[in-house]
């Protein structure tokens, strides 16, 4: 049997990262359960009405998580960001849900989600720059 072919690429089609994914759900459901996967997203949008920021995030296996979360700096001090968390965990209790996660590697964003209850569950340091990730949870009451 010839040996399996590995490539390193910064380069994949739609179609072969479609392909990818496809057979890991597939071996994920078989292997978990169907995960009842449903997109979240919440629009942000100026006083103009122009889409600014928002939330974009997904629920699945009973957890929120919270992908992107992005509040421009002109609308910031308001409480945008603590509204939008609010709103996506009260559809996210709709639709079953016991927590919420999200990552960051912003102090002020980090500051922010403590606020909103989330607590640091893991970090990696030693970034580029100096930075570091930090994953939080908070689960529902």
Known sequence: MPSPKLKVTTVLSKKDRKQIADRLIAYNIEHFGDSDRQ????????????????????????????????????????????????????????RGCVGAYIDTMNPLALDVYKRQGYQPVGSLEEMTGGHSLTWLKKRFS
């Open 39 to 94: 997109k979240l997203a919440i629009r942000l949008r100026d006083y103009a009405g122009v889409l600014s920021g928002g939330l974009v995030g997904y629920t699945a296996r009973g957890w929120l998580y919270v992908e992107m979360l992005f509040v421009p700096e002109e609308m910031r001090g308001q409480g945008l960001a603590g509204q939008l968390l609010q709103m996506a965990e009260d559809e996210a209790k709709r």
